[in-house]
């Protein structure tokens, strides 16, 4: 099983990172992600999008004062301004998850085009197998 986490595009779209060409499960949002595992277990594969919810990417009409009033040139997420949550959250949750459980992560693609979500995530993760392998 292989799961894409992504709030608009089908894997077909991402040209910028090469995904193997399997068959996927999409789900678009981070409660579809933390559903879909925990019925029916950790994936083989998963790739993270970033932003999931329109909130989520700087400098659109709706949050570019949000942004503006955190860093001037955006160069800090505001997690604790979102009310969705984002790729980072799901994987947040499925490193805990995967603690918890005592098991290996996922094969992981970052899909993302938001490069401070994506170093966040590969971080996140590059994390958990320095925390597993010494178990």
């Known amino acids: 099983m292989n799961l894409f986490l992504d709030d608009e595009r089908h894997p077909y ?8 060409l399997v068959d996927w499960v999409i789900v678009r949002s ?9 019925t029916h277990g950790v994936p083989t594969r998963v790739s993270f999008d970033y932003d999931l919810a329109d909130e989520h990417y700087p400098f659109t009409a709706a949050n570019q004062a949000a942004y503006a009033s955190i860093s001037p040139t955006a160069l800090i997420i505001p997690y604790d301004k979102y009310k969705e949550k984002t790729g ?3 994987a947040k949750w499925l490193v805990e998850y995967c603690l918890q459980k005592n098991i290996p ?3 992981t693609y970052i899909h993302t085009m938001n490069p401070l979500g994506k170093a966040n995530i590969k971080s996140l993760v590059d994390s958990f197998w320095k925390v597993f392998d010494k178990r």
Not at 30 to 38: A, K, L, N
């Open 13 to 20: 779209q991402v040209k910028w990172v090469d995904l193997p």
């Open 30 to 38: 981070y409660d579809e992600f933390v559903r879909y595992i925990q």
């Open 88 to 90: 980072y959250d799901a």
């Open 105 to 107: 992560f996922p094969e």
